[in-house]
């Protein structure tokens, strides 16, 4: 059993709905495809065929996949949540000191994670870094071209 992992109630709706969508929609039409593929002879040297068990094989996998996350995900009641410090779903200001630049994201799961639209995943090395901290703390963030100075300036929730 994995460890849980946290989400917010509209996080964990797109995973029910991106769920559905592949066991209702995607499952069908791949089946479809084998079934067409194998209509069409020789299975031997069918790649049709080999192609789509082949995604059949990977989308079986994936539902695996996301029923273990949505059977092991938690909801956060964001408001309840601390803003003295830096926990996930916290949206936070800082300054980067190495280049002297303000930036500002939020720290969500894993799965929510889109850093074009400033979402940063908590397991990721500068959300690692931030967890924990205060306003006015500074992150010393080791990334692979050295280390990272942030220094947080706000936390807030949406």
Do not use: C, W
């Not at 849980?4 to 089946?31: A, D, I, M």
């Not at 069918?46 to 029923?67: D, R, W």
């Not at 410090?85 to 799961?109: H, P, R």
């Amino acid at each position: 059993m994995g460890k849980y992992s946290y989400y917010t109630e509209e996080g964990l709706q797109k995973l029910k709905e991106e769920l559905n969508y592949l066991e209702h929609t995607k499952r069908p039409e791949v089946s479809q495809a084998i079934a067409d593929a194998r209509d069409k002879g020789d299975l031997s040297e069918n790649a049709e065929y080999h192609a789509a068990k082949e995604e059949q094989s990977l989308l079986e996998f994936k539902i695996i996949q996301l029923k273990n996350t949505i059977a092991n995900a938690r909801v956060i009641d964001e408001s309840q949540l601390d803003t003295s410090k830096v926990l996930i779903y916290s949206k936070v200001k800082m300054k980067n000191l190495n280049v002297n630049k303000e930036m500002t994201y939020t720290l969500v799961a894993d799965r929510e994670a889109d850093l074009s639209q400033g979402k940063i995943s908590v397991k990721s090395p500068i959300g690692k870094g931030l967890l924990g901290k205060e306003i006015g703390e500074i992150a010393e963030i080791k990334v692979p071209n050295g280390t990272l100075k942030l220094e947080i300036l706000d936390i807030s929730r949406d």
